[in-house]
């Protein structure tokens, strides 16, 4: 199923005069007349750091209909999770292609792994947008994976969306668990890449994650209300598709 949002037809009687005539007006330009199309999202812009790479930026565009991710700039390759089919693409603007991720069916969780968190009562964030945030621990068989600092009750409606992703993400990577070495499969990251990813955000929306890999996450910046072109939830028409999985029933 295409995602690409369908063209809108304007028909225009436009009286214009002293128009020079190689001018081009609003509206004759196809693509222009796409791109002057806006829709109102959430929008989430986190900074971001992994063991062994510097800082990075990353944008979420958050709208009842899509999930967008890519590094801040509209032309730049991007994540594109549509949310009623529940399929994931990843589009590659140098090679001309779409990864089609298919939603996969949800496993079960290991009777052997046992899923904790516990509020850290001394942190001492101040508050955003007049909520409170908390600090919580996050265990697997009482091993410490990771921390988070989140904001109940803010951002709701892009918070779940966050959460969607994580775990069509988690479904995927479970098809391919069996190929995992042994020795990686540990009790933190069947929980948080396989069974639970994303459980943090059943707390709110997060300010701070970090772990004692090295991997960072910080939000820089918020809104509820960001107007965007509608051509960024858009699929290539003209790019290739590579399909991973079959689409669970």
């Not at 128009?19 to 007006?25: C, D, Y």
């Not at 994931?88 to 292609?97: Q, V």
């Not at 621990?137 to 918070?159: D, F, I, K, Q, S």
């Amino acid at each position: 199923m295409s995602t690409k949002f369908s063209a809108v037809i304007f028909t225009c009687l436009i009286l214009v005069t002293g128009l020079p005539g190689n001018q081009v007006m609003a509206g004759d330009n196809p693509a222009e007349a796409r791109a002057a199309q806006t829709a109102r999202v959430a929008m989430l812009l986190f900074d971001e750091e992994e063991p062994g790479t510097g800082v990075y930026p990353v944008r979420y565009l958050i709208s009842d209909a899509y999930l967008r991710i890519d590094d801040g700039h509209d032309a730049s390759d991007y994540i594109l999770l549509d949310r009623s089919s529940s399929v994931i693409y990843s589009i590659s603007h140098e090679y001309g292609n779409i990864l089609v991720i298919h939603r996969q069916p949800p496993g079960s969780l290991s009777e052997d792994l046992k899923l904790t968190h516990e509020p850290v009562t001394d942190s001492k964030a101040p508050s955003i947008a007049g909520k409170q945030p908390r600090q919580f621990r996050y265990l697997a068989n009482g091993e410490l994976c990771y921390e988070a600092v989140l904001v109940p009750g803010l951002m709701t409606a892009a918070v779940k969306g966050l959460a969607e992703y994580e775990q069509l993400l988690g479904r995927q990577q479970a098809t391919k668990l069996e190929s995992t070495p042994a020795q990686l499969r540990t009790p933190c990251f069947l929980s948080r890449y396989i069974h639970a990813p994303g459980r943090h955000l059943e707390q709110g929306l997060p300010i701070q994650v970090w772990d004692d890999s090295g991997y960072r996450q910080a939000l820089v910046n918020f809104s509820d209300r960001t107007d965007v072109s509608t051509h960024l939830f858009e699929v290539p028409s003209e790019y290739q598709e590579v399909i991973i999985g079959i689409a669970a029933d």
